[in-house]
T-cell receptor, first 112, second 114 residues
């Protein structure tokens, strides 16, 4: 079974802190994605990567950056956390184009 | 770009009844349509998908239909059970370009009452 692991289930951070959300997949997938999920807004794509050291902006990249130094790991970075970044963050991976995305369990981030 | 509309946002049914969730998409080039189920405290999990060369696909109690002309697709759950209670998301994707990014609907919260 594909496994996508997000390092934290819950995080509480202060406004202005630098926050790292980590995601690891064990299926050698090319593509990895970061979404945020908010009630009534569904899943919105923040950033994605289709290869090591490659990154592309999604629909809502403002306030976020990403890092993909190894194929299996995709990190989401909040340079200076703000209260409007309180949300559920979901990582996903897939192989190839137009294919099944496998999701992690999510990280619920609260910024106080 | 692609836009996916999903209805209804909430759906309540009695156990044993059928449930139908509908989605429309805007990009006629979309050719892959997955449905995800998200249970409380978990990430979304694929339950069924359909590609544009197929009009209908079934897997036990769930089925998906696709109408390419009208650009809409639907999820049908028959003989619903309490464990079907979850949030369901539809999505659409095009092959090639942006490595098959999925555009998601806003979700439907399904409640199955015993």
């Amino acid at each position: 079974d594909v496994k996508v692991t997000q390092s934290s289930r819950y995080l509480v951070k202060r406004t202005g802190e630098k926050v790292f959300l980590e995601c690891v997949q064990d299926m050698d997938h090319e593509n990895m994605f970061w979404y945020r999920q908010d009630p009534g807004l569904g899943l919105r794509l923040i950033y994605f990567s289709y290869d090591v050291k490659m990154k592309e902006k999604g629909d809502i990249p403002e306030g976020y950056s990403v890092s993909r130094e190894k194929k299996e790991r995709f990190s989401l970075i909040l340079e200076s956390a703000s209260t409007n970044q309180t949300s559920m963050y979901l990582c996903a991976s897939s192989q190839g184009a137009a294919n099944i995305q496998y999701f992690g369990a999510g990280t619920r981030l609260s910024v106080l | 770009g692609e836009n996916v509309e999903q209805h209804p946002s909430t759906l309540s049914v009695q156990e044993g009844d059928s449930a139908v969730i509908k989605c429309t998409y805007s990009d006629s080039a979309s050719n892959y349509f997955p449905w995800y189920k998200q249970e409380l405290g978990k990430g979304p999990q694929l339950i069924i998908d359909i590609r544009s060369n197929v009009g209908e696909k079934k897997d036990q109690r769930i089925a998906v239909t696709l109408n390419k002309t009208a650009k809409h697709f639907s999820l049908h759950i028959t003989e619903t059970q309490p464990e079907d209670s979850a949030v369901y998301f539809c999505a659409a994707s095009t092959n090639g370009g942006s490595q098959g990014n999925l555009i998601f609907g806003k979700g439907t919260k399904l409640s199955v009452k015993p």
